[in-house]
């Protein structure tokens, strides 16, 4: 009985201890954010509003009757690749863990506070992104700050981010993300450059004019199926085919890499000496351009040509009548800039587009063969060339997102897969970042010395007919290049 009474007494001390050591620890929830999303991709379909506060000043990006964009450049589109990529990030970003609730660590881990009317956020490691709804409500604010050092295995520093910290506006606690977010700060690294894109079989005539009225002619063709045809062609000549591709590359992806906004832009001084280019195509569109003759000094940009761009459509298609009025609002209010290369396509003569017919083959016996056949083997100062073209972010007038390396590394893949017997257009019309490849299967048609980067022309020129060349790295990125004439 003594023991039995014992027993049941070391029962009841084990069972208040038990419950004395689990019952003095309260239960700790759960974080509700950690393993979450930065933004979940729900949230990101109601977004209307970005605003940006970084060191460099603020950023403003608005969505308005469905179309991104930029209050503080005039209104100009947002470009909808950069956007996606933002949007990508903040959404595949994951929040990791909690690492302090203490506001007085917000400052070193780059989240502190930003006052109301503060125009930037101080520290280049910081930014405050407000995400905002259709009514203007705030969906998020987030802040930004330093990335995590990586550490290599030993645990000595390594290299780059490891994750970055970050806080919602409102809480003191201070999270780590999965990814670091990389953003462009410069808001007109966020312009859509895109104008108009018409594409080559789309081309119904192009009138050429200059200010000193030396010449006047065009391309016109009454048909799709048609080749165009120049104006004013002599019995013994005819239209030069291989000068068409790089006039029609033109206009199969109009993009412009500056603007100057300026008051009465077709009466700017640097267009008084000018060339006139009247476009007009099957699906009714009717372009205006007035390019400078010369190339103008852009502060920070280097010379460029001017560009004003006019546009009408009569017709009852949206998508191109909302390309015309985009067109027309802005040629009130800017000039686009591009660069000198780029327009050289357009500074033609009419001498530049056409040649003589061939004449017919002599009879087998006739007298002179040798000599015909050496005028018809004449090498010409001009080259025909076809490239493929893969840019990097960071190349001239390139979008891309993919790295200098990335770049090289895929350049090199699709020349082996050329060397392996690959169609060489099949190859540039699923791959070139240039409009040729989708266009003309890469091709770039005639060019004389001086049209293109030096270091695509010099190996262009290098190629023998019907050969190509290595990866060639140029400003717009790296080619692979097919001499084809």
């Known amino acids: ?22 019952g003095s620890r309260p239960e700790v929830a759960p974080d509700p954010f950690v393993g979450k999303n930065l933004v979940e991709a729900a949230d990101i379909d109601g977004i209307s509003g970005i605003t940006l506060k970084s060191d460099q000043g603020s950023l403003e990006l608005k969505k308005v009757n469905g179309i991104w964009r930029l209050p503080g450049l005039h209104d100009m589109r947002v470009d909808s690749n950069r956007l996606e990529e933002f949007f990508q990030q903040v959404n595949a970003a994951k929040i990791v863990e909690s ?115 030396s010449e006047k002619f065009s391309l016109a063709r009454a048909g799709a199926t048609d080749s165009l045809v120049l104006s004013g062609l002599a019995e013994d000549m005819q239209t030069k085919q291989s000068a068409l591709p790089a006039v029609q590359n033109f206009f199969a992806n109009l993009t412009f890499d500056d603007f100057i906004a300026t008051d009465s ?111 018809a083997a004449a090498v010409s100062d001009k080259v025909s060339a076809s490239h493929i073209l893969l840019a990097y972010k960071g190349a001239e007038r390139s979008e891309a997102t993919r790295s200098d390396e990335e770049a090289k590394k895929l350049a090199e893949e699709l020349l082996d897969r050329i060397k392996k017997g690959e169609d060489f257009g099949k190859i540039a019309s699923e791959n070139s970042d240039c409009p040729s490849g989708k266009s003309a299967a890469g091709s770039l048609g005639e060019f004389g010395r001086g049209m293109m980067a030096k270091e695509f022309e010099d190996a262009a020129y290098a190629l023998e007919v019907g050969k190509i060349s290595g990866v060639v790295k140029s400003p717009f990125g790296y080619h692979i290049i097919r001499r084809d004439k």
């Open 1 to 22: 009985m003594k023991n039995l009474k014992l027993l049941l007494i070391a029962i009841v001390l084990v069972a208040v201890a038990f419950a004395l050591q689990h």
């Open 99 to 213: 690492v302090s609730g203490n506001p007085q660590r917000h400052a070193d881990l780059g989240v502190a506070s930003v006052a109301v009317d503060a125009a930037t956020v101080s520290g280049a490691d910081s930014a405050l992104i407000t995400l905002k709804d259709v009514s203007g409500a705030t969906v998020r604010e987030l802040y930004l700050g330093k990335g995590r050092q990586a550490k290599s295995v030993d645990g000595s520093q390594g290299f780059g981010n490891d994750g970055q910290y970050f806080r919602f506006g409102g809480s003191d606690y201070v999270y780590l993300l999965s990814s670091f977010i990389w953003l462009d700060k410069d808001q007109k690294n966020w312009l859509g450059k895109e104008l108009v894109k018409i594409s080559a079989d789309k081309l119904k005539q192009i009138a050429w004019k200059y200010s000193d009225d």
């Open 265 to 375: 832009p077709e009466l700017h001084k640097d267009l008084s000496d000018s060339l006139t280019l009247a476009v007009e195509s099957f699906d009714g569109l009717k372009l205006q351009l007035l390019v400078s003759s010369g190339a103008v000094e852009i502060p920070g940009k280097g010379k460029m040509h001017l560009l004003w761009l006019g546009a009408e459509y009569a017709g009852s298609d949206a998508g191109v009548r909302s390309i015309a009025d985009e067109l027309a609002a802005n040629a009130k209010k800017m000039l686009y800039a591009l660069q000198e290369h780029r327009v050289r396509p357009l500074m033609l003569k009419s001498a530049d587009l056409s040649e003589a017919k061939p004449k017919p083959e002599p009879p087998a016996d006739a007298s002179g063969t040798a000599e015909v056949a050496s005028a």
